[in-house]
């Protein structure tokens, strides 16, 4: 099976621009999830998404949005960008859901740079 | 609520030594415990975890931990290390009940010396 995809792999923007981040998991794998990564900050939780419903929210502004669309493939989507929005955005992917003792299966991430 | 603290930031070790990297944990109720390996450039992958019963838990790339209820710990082991296993280690929590998040520690970054 094909691992956990995430396109783009980087991505330098300006403040105030908005981007749009993309994953596809695992095939059959209906949970996704999405994580910002920064030195010193570890993962950060951003929100979970099963079968097109996010589930699941971290503690991130209203310029942190994402949807799952019926292939469960993912977006997440950043608007009004800021310079701390810069990090390692991971998506992961698990079969029923991140949560209990459910093993999440990561993609290499996108490195979002805002400038 | 749920929270993982990872004691030290960076870890050097010799070649052929100990590995030892330390979690803490913090959960309202029986967790779930896992620990994450991340090599330069790519994702998390999950080395070992811990759910219920044996409290020795022994994963891949010769790494065990120990689930240590009374003193809220879940730390990584490894007999010898090799130049392969230098790398950055989370520690991560999640419980049961309804959709629960995971919550994962700020990592430890582990150099091996040769």
């Known amino acids: 099976k094909a691992g956990v995809t995430q396109t783009p792999r980087y991505l330098i923007k300006t403040r105030g621009q908005q981007v749009t981040l993309s994953c596809s998991p695992i095939s059959g794998h209906r949970s996704v999830s999405w994580y910002q990564q920064t030195p010193g900050q570890g993962l950060q939780f951003l929100f979970e998404?099963?079968?097109?419903?996010?589930?699941n929210k971290g503690n991130f502004p209203g310029r942190f949005s994402g949807r799952q669309f019926s292939n469960s493939r993912s977006e997440m989507n950043v608007s009004t960008l800021e310079l701390g929005d810069s990090a390692l955005y991971l998506c992961?992917?698990?079969?029923?859901?991140?949560?209990?003792?459910?093993?999440?299966?990561f993609g290499p991430g996108t490195r979002l740079t805002v400038l | 609520a749920q929270s993982v603290t990872q004691l030290g930031s960076h870890v050097s070790v010799s070649e052929g030594a100990l590995v030892l990297l330390r979690c803490n944990y913090s959960?309202?109720?029986?967790?779930?415990l896992f620990w994450y390996v991340q090599y330069p450039n790519q994702g998390l992958q999950l080395l070992l975890k811990y759910t219920t019963g044996a409290t020795l838990v022994k994963g891949i790339n010769g790494f065990e931990a120990e689930f240590k209820k009374s003193e809220t710990s879940f730390h990584l082991t490894k007999p010898s290390a090799h130049m392969s296993d230098a790398a950055e280690y989370f520690c991560a929590v999640s419980s049961s009940g309804g959709y629960q998040k995971v919550t994962f520690g700020t990592g430890t970054k582990l150099q091996v010396i040769p």
């Open positions: 998404y099963f079968s097109e419903t996010q589930r």
């Open positions: 992961a992917s698990s079969p029923t859901g991140a949560g209990a003792s459910n093993e999440q299966f």
């Open positions: 959960s309202s109720v029986p967790p779930y």
